[in-house]
């Protein structure tokens, strides 16, 4: 598996306050081992109050070494807003990915408003 190129975006400062990213970007390209096993992505999604969160990732996966987590909510891959798609459609995107995977979720526990 190929080293993953990460992003965070921090919010915004307030004096006193530690904080932790709100959005992050993380890049993992695939290599020839991760595109045969198409049917394990390493990674599931569940539908919660009309948002799409990841319920699970497999340290093992393609998004295992990211900085993204178990409940963090995905906004896009690959530049594809996923917000409101059900899950399956998600895992449909990352599977058919022929090079490089970009996700973009909101950390579960940011707030961005």
């Known amino acids: 598996m190929s080293k993953p190129l990460d992003k965070t975006f921090p ?5 006193g306050v530690k ?3 709100i959005y992050i970007s993380a890049t993992v390209l695939r290599n ?11 990674i599931s999604f569940e539908r919660v ?12 996966g393609l ?13 896009s891959v690959n530049h594809a ?13 990352i599977r058919q990915a022929k090079e490089a995977v970009t996700l973009v979720v909101r950390r579960k526990d940011g707030d961005p408003y």
């Open 11 to 15: 919010s915004e400062k307030q004096e």
């Open 19 to 21: 904080h932790q990213p």
């Open 32 to 42: 020839e081992t991760s595109k045969n096993r198409d049917n394990d992505i390493g």
């Open 49 to 60: 109050e009309e948002r799409l969160r990841i319920s699970s990732i497999d340290p093992d």
């Open 63 to 75: 998004f295992g070494d990211t900085p993204i987590h178990e409940g963090d909510f995905v906004l």
């Open 81 to 93: 807003c996923c917000a409101d798609k059900k899950p399956r459609y998600v895992s449909r995107l």
